[in-house]
């Protein structure tokens, strides 16, 4: 069973460093992986999604990338704000054929004024 | 264009009631997928929906059932409610199932038992 896990549960850091959330996953048999962000009580954010084809996706002052060998993936903050604390959510799509998405646990951001 | 729709976004219920939630996907969108987060457990896929056919059910017991309409429209419903049952419920949709697409999830509803 496919399991994903996220270093470091919690991350403080002051406004304008960059920074790097870590996600792995056990099996490389995935379509793709989503990284996702959510404010306390809310749904998910979709940030970005790549293929297992790719190697890395941006948007704006975000870079993920993806290593389906190793069974990693890095999401890069660039520039960071207080606006961009929230729990950052990394979910892998196997395949088995159906949209089962697999989460991992989050980091929980916090950025300090 | 339109997001994920849960309704409602919030109920409390009592132990023993049965409760239903639902979720309206994005314009377009063939596939609703569900999943429960909880503190403890963090967010657990329930099951699938794709053209009216459960493709996929998660590690759950069967008081948790759900249902998928023409329209795409998405119930899940839940028996005989437990304390533990107490979580967010996520809906996500995709265009298609199985393959490549990205998740788009609504604002989730939040239950609440007593």
């Known amino acids: 069973k496919q399991e994903v896990t996220q270093i470091p549960a919690a991350l403080s850091v002051p406004e304008g460093e960059n920074l790097v959330l870590n996600c792995s996953f056990t099996d490389s048999a995935i379509y793709n992986l989503q990284w996702f962000r959510q404010d306390p009580g809310k749904g998910l954010t979709s940030l970005l999604l790549i293929q297992s084809s790719q190697r890395e996706q941006t948007s704006g002052r975000l870079n993920a990338s993806l290593d389906k060998s190793s069974g990693r993936s890095t999401l890069y903050i660039a520039a960071s704000q207080p606006g961009d604390s929230a729990t950052y959510l990394c979910?892998?799509?196997?395949?088995?054929?159906?949209?089962?998405?697999?989460f991992g646990t989050g980091t929980r951001l916090t950025v300090i004024p | 264009k339109a997001g994920v729709t849960q309704t409602p976004r919030y109920l409390i219920k009592t132990r023993g009631q049965q409760v239903t939630l639902s979720c309206s996907p994005i314009?377009?969108?063939?596939?609703v997928s569900w999943y429960q987060q909880t503190p403890g457990q963090g967010l657990q896929f329930l099951f699938e929906y794709f053209s009216e056919t459960q493709r996929n059910k998660g590690n759950f017991p069967g008081r948790f059932s759900g249902r998928q309409f023409s329209n795409s429209r998405s119930e899940m419903n839940v028996s005989t409610l437990e304390l533990g049952d107490s979580a967010l419920y996520l809906c996500a949709s995709s265009p298609q199932t199985g393959g490549v697409t990205e998740a788009f999830f609504g604002q989730g509803t939040r239950l609440t038992v007593v």
């Open positions: 314009s377009g969108h063939r596939s």
């Open positions: 979910a892998v799509l196997d395949q088995t054929g159906a949209n089962n998405l697999f």
